[in-house]
């Protein structure tokens, strides 16, 4: 690149720059020349299609399939066919893209330059654009290596005669309309005078006409790119100002394509062909290829006064090329011991983690050998918790522990009731860590013998439990300590002191006689054996929680690789999915199942205010909130930053023209400051908003977030002010007003205030033995419930049975007011079908409804309650942020591993659902402990320094004086001494007398 700046120097400084530039026919071996850019090249190749029925040599006609694409918005597979050239009565050549097949395979046309070795040049051609009516295509010419060097120009008719325009990217930039210009901003523009641009067809009255010939340049050198659409220049890019300037050398190429990319060609053809026209091509341009003493010849011999004019419309032919021109060019890969150290060290770390976790979870799962010890049994909360305990959200991954011991610690919770008692096998692990040792015994009472042997004397913690042994114990714990009897737990804050009589147990010689504690040795009455109070379980909410979970996993899975049975109308590879999206999609695959996460939330941030009616409560809510849910939110994002950058979703780019559905999509974020900037965004967003970081995440589920967090504020208020209302009247109406008003506001708060009077019916007026005790109230109650989940789901299903042009969600959505307007949505611009971040109607009616039912309906609650359901509940909040990250990386990836080995698309979809979720289900017990410590740990931290107070503050010395060090000096005599009185330190000191020799002692 170097070279060309320094060869291009040379001929403005040391040649007359208005020289008289030579027009004749030769051969042109002192290269091309441009008066008005001032830009010498040393190689042509120059054809006019209407001189010729065949395809010059300098040019390959090319003929692909591809068997996937590279763009997140392309919905078709491009090739090329060389059928499709076609010369058109020796006046043009005719670049045709055929209609598309059902497999959405779109042929069109490709030249590409035999050479590639071209490297910086003027490159002109005479377009002629598809006819009006025409579907979107794109006729191109492109210089392109690969994705980071490459420059375009495409003139794009798309579907209607009225936005048609002419793009000009360099470095596969987005297809953006402000890169290039509308055919009616060119309509207006004059054509700059040059007496080449009347061939093949020309431009009328001087102006350019997109739908007429019209000349297309692309000008390409080291310092700049400049476009030129009908002479005038429309486009510069400056090296300068953009990094990564396309600079190797490649081929040239000229096509008529379209992908159906809505931002750009859209199409492609349906019924009919669509046809562009090539009058001429004139290419100018230097040549990698050619050697250094070849080019320092050049420069000596030709003066610029013998170059070629490049606007001399005589010119004919190319430059003359070896074998070598023709070979693509590749770059040595560099050698940097560095990296590749670098590369080994992070290796072995990760292969030495590996084998970490291996071993850590192969300790774990297998089970002890040594039988002769007993692994202490600690009392685990069953899955199911009372209302007092749950102030947690659904989605804040409350991980509850499934006791695998006892068959009976999941409970039928239909009718609402459990066990009045609960067996424990073992004292709690607190209180046996709390209990003082007696006079003369070990830690947990076992007597330790005055004369005995020495290792007697230390006794050794099992890291298992709290039991102390010894390591020469030949005897079984059965034998050391009887099974003590049932009590209930004490309390963290309770101390315990065995102060009754203790039994010995006779052991062998060399053995320590151990000592058993009985009933009666307990204090009375605080440890007498008296049964767990009742719990009401609430299984069934936990099971709705997890079965909301997989069914916005399963919706996502079908936007990203199945999207028609999840979109009306969306493409279909097969006639099943059609039928899928009107019998599934509406119950299942739709965004109705996000609200019951918004409802079921309040009750657990609720119930302990409403029971207890303190402040606490509230304030403990309060401060819990915001660290519990962005912690984990935070560090799976922080998580995402990174397989995003190292380019583990690059496949996701691949996948629209394989899957149909431009709906995953996901960018880098410019720099790590970004990242933080939208996590702070996320924590005071305001709904309906969307959040900025839903652009960098996999999947845009960050949005429900800003809802939970500023809906905790609105219910955690709300229920202050409600309970606070005794009168039931009053309480409903005041409900009412809350209901309507967030409703007509089109805020995600009526879900919130929905839920928030589900569970004060519950909690406050006992609804649920009420009605069981009216057997006629309850059905009639639960009926209506029925009714408003059924139509929620009939507000779905009716438009895909019934064709009709009613929409209830669009109607529903045409009567709210414009946010900055004030006018009804339905008269202004906004009007259409809700965004998927709105609220519904029916959506409230289904999560409302739902909830309800589950309260009220025993079968429903025994279905709930089953095991699948309860084993995965802890885990919902780590498959609600992860799910994303494995379809968007590993699915994709795979996805286009097994197009490429062509696998039919069922068969292909099938295999990539089924490793996907079978990943996803593994990483659960690895990830969600994490996101548990994160979350659960560091909130807890959070408040309680948020409700105990400050230790006093002390001195940073404390308690040493505050001049320790600045309150003594070295002396004249080298003895260190105090400031203040002169007393001497150090080993000069005598005998303590502070005064060390020849010291004086200030006045």
Same mark, same amino acid.
């Given at each position: 690149?170097?070279?060309?700046?320094?060869?291009?120097?040379?001929?403005?400084?040391?040649?007359?720059?208005?020289?008289?530039?030579?027009?004749?026919?030769?051969?042109?071996?002192?290269?091309?020349?441009?008066?008005?850019?001032?830009?010498?090249?040393?190689?042509?190749?120059?054809?006019?299609?209407?001189?010729?029925?065949?395809?010059?040599?300098?040019?390959?006609?090319?003929?692909?399939?591809q068997n996937y694409g590279k763009d997140w918005n392309a919905l078709y597979r491009e090739g090329a066919d060389p059928s499709n050239l076609r010369f058109n009565n020796s006046s043009s050549l005719e670049l045709v893209v055929q209609p598309a097949t059902d497999d959405h395979l779109v042929k069109g046309a490709s030249l590409r330059t035999t050479r590639r070795d071209i490297q910086h040049g003027s490159f002109r051609t005479l377009i002629k654009a598809p006819d009006q009516w025409a579907r979107g295509t794109a006729t191109s010419m492109m210089w392109k290596y690969n994705e980071s060097e490459i420059t375009e120009l495409s003139v794009m008719n798309t579907n209607s005669h009225e936005d048609p325009w002419v793009g000009t990217f360099v470095n596969n930039e987005f297809t953006a309309r402000d890169l290039g210009m509308n055919f009616s901003q060119l309509l207006s523009q004059p054509t700059a005078n040059r007496n080449y641009t009347t061939l093949g067809g020309g431009l009328s009255n001087g102006s350019v006409d997109p739908w007429k010939y019209t000349e297309y340049r692309i000008d390409w050198t080291a310092d700049y790119i400049n476009f030129y659409i009908g002479g005038?220049?429309?486009?510069?890019?400056?090296?300068?100002?953009?990094?990564?300037?396309?600079?190797?050398?490649?081929?040239?190429?000229?096509?008529?394509?379209?992908?159906?990319?809505?931002?750009?060609?859209?199409?492609?053809?349906?019924?009919?062909?669509?046809?562009?026209?090539?009058?001429?091509?004139?290419?100018?341009?230097?040549?990698?290829?050619?050697?250094?003493?070849?080019?320092?010849?050049?420069?000596?011999?030709?003066?610029?006064?013998?170059?070629?004019?490049?606007?001399d419309t005589a010119l004919r032919g190319s430059s003359p090329y070896a074998d070598v021109a023709t070979e693509e060019w590749v770059q040595n890969p560099p050698k940097d011991i560095t990296r590749i150290l670098a590369l080994w060290v992070s290796v072995s770390c990760i292969a030495f983690s590996t084998l970490l976790l291996i071993h850590t979870l192969i300790r774990r799962l297998t089970p002890k050998i040594n039988k002769d010890i007993r692994k202490p049994v600690s009392v685990s909360p069953s899955v199911s918790t009372t209302d007092e305990n749950q102030d947690e959200d659904p989605l804040e991954l409350i991980a509850y522990t499934l006791s695998s011991s006892d068959n009976n610690s999941v409970h039928n919770s239909a009718n609402g009731s459990s066990p009045s008692s609960h067996k424990h096998n073992s004292v709690d692990k607190i209180a046996i860590e709390k209990l003082e040792p007696c006079p003369g015994t070990s830690t947990l009472g076992g007597s330790t013998p005055k004369d005995g042997p020495s290792r007697h004397n230390s006794v050794l913690f099992d890291s298992r439990g709290p039991t102390p042994f010894d390591s020469n114990f030949n005897t079984t714990r059965e034998e050391l300590y009887p099974p003590l009897p049932e009590m209930q737990p004490v309390g963290q804050d309770s101390q315990l002191t065995l102060t009754g009589p203790r039994t010995v147990i006779n052991a062998p010689e060399d053995k320590i006689a151990m000592e058993t504690v009985t009933e009666s040795a307990l204090p009375a009455p605080r440890m007498h054996i008296q049964p767990p109070p009742p719990r009401q379980r609430i299984d069934h909410l936990a099971g709705l929680t997890a079965l909301c979970s997989l069914v916005v996993t399963l919706m996502h899975f079908g936007l990203t690789f199945v999207p028609a049975i999840v979109q009306p109308g969306a493409h279909a590879h097969s006639a099943s999915e059609p039928w899928a999206q009107r019998i599934i999609g509406? /119950?299942?695959?739709?965004?109705?199942?996000?609200?019951?996460?918004?409802?079921? $939330?309040?009750?657990?941030? !609720?119930? @302990? *205010?409403?029971?207890?009616?303190?402040?606490?409560?509230?304030?403990?809510?309060?401060?819990?909130?915001?660290?519990?849910?962005?912690?984990?939110?935070?560090?799976?994002?922080?998580?995402?930053?990174? /397989?995003?950058?190292?380019?583990?979703?690059?496949?996701?780019?691949?996948?629209? $023209?394989?899957?149909?559905? !431009?709906? @995953? *999509?996901?960018?880098?974020?410019?720099?790590?400051?970004?990242?933080?900037?939208?996590?702070?965004?996320?924590?005071?967003?305001?709904?309906?908003?969307?959040?900025?970081?839903?652009?960098?995440?996999?999947?845009?589920?960050?949005?429900?977030?800003?809802?939970?967090?500023?809906?905790?504020?609105?219910?955690l208020l709300g229920v202050v002010v409600v309970h606070e209302i005794k009168t039931p009247q009053k309480r409903m109406c005041y409900y009412a007003f809350c209901l309507i008003s967030h409703w007509y506001a089109q805020s995600w708060g009526t879900y919130l205030w929905l839920g928030l009077l589900l569970t004060d019916l519950d909690v406050t007026y006992k609804w649920k033995p009420y009605l069981k005790a009216r057997p006629l109230a309850h059905y009639a109650t639960l009926t209506f419930f029925w009714c408003c989940v059924g139509a929620g789901f009939a507000v779905n299903v009716v438009p895909n049975w019934i064709d009709t042009d009613f929409n209830f969600s669009t109607a529903e959505r045409g009567i709210h007011p414009d946010a900055a307007t004030g006018e009804a949505v339905l008269n202004t611009d906004s009007a259409g079908y809700p965004a998927y971040y709105t609220p519904r109607l029916n959506g409230l009616l289904f999560a409302g409804g739902m909830q309800a039912v589950v309260e009220l309906s025993a079968a429903v609650q025994w279905f709930l309650s089953t095991r699948p359901f309860l084993i995965l509940f802890p885990h919902v909040f780590t498959i609600y942020l992860l799910h994303g990250l494995v379809f968007w990386t590993y699915g994709s990836w795979l996805l286009v591993f097994l197009a490429d080995r062509g696998f039919t698309y069922g068969v292909?979809?099938?295999?990539?659902?089924?490793?996907?979720?079978?990943?996803?289900?593994?990483?659960?017990?690895?990830?969600?402990?994490?996101?548990?410590?994160?979350?659960?740990?560091?909130?807890?931290?959070?408040?309680?320094?948020?409700?105990?107070?400050?230790?006093?503050?002390?001195?940073?010395?404390?308690?040493?004086?505050?001049?320790?060090?600045?309150?003594?000096?070295?002396?004249?005599?080298?003895?260190?001494?105090?400031?203040?009185?002169?007393?001497?330190?150090?080993?000069?000191?005598?005998?303590?007398?502070?005064?060390?020799?020849?010291?004086?002692?200030?006045?």
């Open positions: 690149m170097l070279y060309f700046r320094l060869f291009g120097a040379a001929f403005v400084h040391f040649l007359p720059a208005l020289a008289e530039v030579s027009s004749r026919q030769g051969n042109c071996s002192c290269g091309f020349y441009d008066s008005q850019t001032r830009e010498l090249f040393t190689d042509s190749v120059i054809i006019y299609f209407n001189e010729t029925t065949n395809l010059p040599s300098d040019f390959v006609a090319e003929e692909y399939v005038n220049l429309t486009r510069q890019v400056l090296h300068q100002d953009k990094e990564g300037m396309p600079s190797v050398p490649s081929a040239f190429y000229f096509k008529h394509w379209s992908t159906g990319n809505r931002y750009s060609m859209r199409g492609p053809p349906e019924k009919r062909e669509s046809v562009a026209e090539i009058a001429w091509i004139r290419m100018f341009f230097n040549s990698s290829s050619m050697s250094q003493r070849a080019r320092e010849d050049f420069v000596v011999r030709c003066p610029l006064t013998e170059a070629c004019s490049m606007d509406p /119950f299942l695959l739709n965004q109705m199942w996000l609200g019951v996460f918004f409802t079921t $939330s309040v009750r657990f941030l !609720t119930v @302990p *205010y409403l029971r207890k009616g303190k402040m606490d409560d509230i304030a403990k809510a309060a401060v819990r909130r915001t660290p519990r849910l962005m912690i984990p939110v935070a560090s799976i994002a922080l998580l995402e930053y990174f /397989f995003i950058d190292v380019g583990a979703t690059k496949f996701l780019k691949y996948i629209p $023209s394989l899957t149909w559905s !431009t709906w @995953p *999509y996901v960018t880098r974020y410019n720099n790590f400051a970004q990242y933080l900037s939208e996590v702070l965004e996320l924590v005071f967003l305001v709904p309906n908003a969307i959040p900025q970081i839903t652009l960098h995440y996999c999947t845009g589920v960050l949005w429900t977030i800003a809802v939970q967090l500023q809906g905790s504020w609105l219910v292909n979809v099938a295999i990539v659902g089924v490793t996907s979720y079978a990943l996803l289900f593994c990483s659960l017990p690895i990830v969600t402990p994490v996101i548990e410590a994160l979350g659960k740990d560091v909130t807890a931290l959070v408040w309680m320094t948020a409700q105990q107070k400050s230790p006093p503050r002390r001195r940073t010395l404390f308690p040493f004086p505050e001049d320790l060090f600045t309150g003594r000096r070295v002396n004249g005599t080298g003895v260190m001494e105090d400031v203040e009185t002169g007393m001497g330190f150090g080993k000069d000191v005598k005998d303590g007398a502070g005064v060390s020799n020849g010291a004086k002692v200030k006045a």
